[in-house]
């Protein structure tokens, strides 16, 4: 497997100005890996994705997957939201199954796969609930085991976790990593969250905010399965955070007209290490 972003610019024009949400990025991502993707709040870390999706054509620049040009959506690319898009009068197990259904997969392999992922996501005893009576936490679960079900070798994921309380998170994230590790499959990952980021990528890419370019990579070399306590984990956090705080720092300041006064303590001491979330 082999999938490139190479020189995509992003560009969306109105009466009066061109502006640029990418700018030449160029990213190449390897089988398995992980990669999680983070930036203030409009930097276009939602834009990538979706071009790399095919749900959105680029300005300039292409993705190529295993070689060949991404024109559109695809069955080898999985895409999960953060609003999870499930549809509330199917049950769960339709649910799972609708993509497959789509993809005129027979009636007999679409059941059989269903149960594997629902149990994979520990959801089997739910299979037959309708969704409104599912937690955030089951819904997103759903939503997983509805992308995996298509095998695809890549699977896309914007903040998927990011409404969910922080012990409901905890759980995903564990499982996410588990059936990464089991399936093989390239994710990117779109967060908000430092901690997040660092705890389940092979790489951390930090996108800047104005012009849509890549403003620092971090390869993060812990083992795994990794403790978000561990002091290694809160030594490369605090590197990621202060990067990401500069940034955001520059929005700031940009958008208050150098007026901004940064305040060390009310983003260092932020539980969620939500930086840029509220700009
Ligand atoms: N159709 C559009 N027309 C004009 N501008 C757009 C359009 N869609 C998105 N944008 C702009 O593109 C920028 C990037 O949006 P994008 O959703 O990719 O950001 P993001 O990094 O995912 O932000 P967030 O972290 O808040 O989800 C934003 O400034 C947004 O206003
Ligand atoms: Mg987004």
Known sequence: MSLSATNISKKYSSKHKQSYILNNISISFKKGEFVCLLGPSGCGKSTLLNIIAGLLKPSSGEITLNGKKVTEVGVDRAVMFQECALFPWLTVID???????????PKKERREKALKYLKMVHLT????????????????????????????????????????????????????????????????????????????????????????KIRKEFKIELGRPRESQSIDLSYIVAQVKKELREEVERVAKGEYDNDWNFEEDTILHDSDFDLGAGL
């Open 125 to 212: 005893k739910f299979q037959n609930c309708y969704i409104s009576e599912l937690s955030g936490g089951m819904k997103q679960r759903v939503a997983l085991a509805r992308a995996l079900t298509l095998d695809s070798e890549v699977l896309l994921m914007d903040e998927p976790f990011s409404a969910l309380d922080s012990q409901t998170k905890d759980i995903l994230q564990k499982e996410l990593e588990k059936i990464w590790w089991e399936t093989k499959k390239t994710i990117i990952f779109v967060t908000h969250n430092v901690e997040e980021a660092v705890l389940l990528g092979d790489r951390v890419i930090v996108m800047s905010a104005n012009g849509g």
């Open 95 to 105: 649910n799972v199954e609708f993509g497959m259904k789509i993809a005129k997969v």
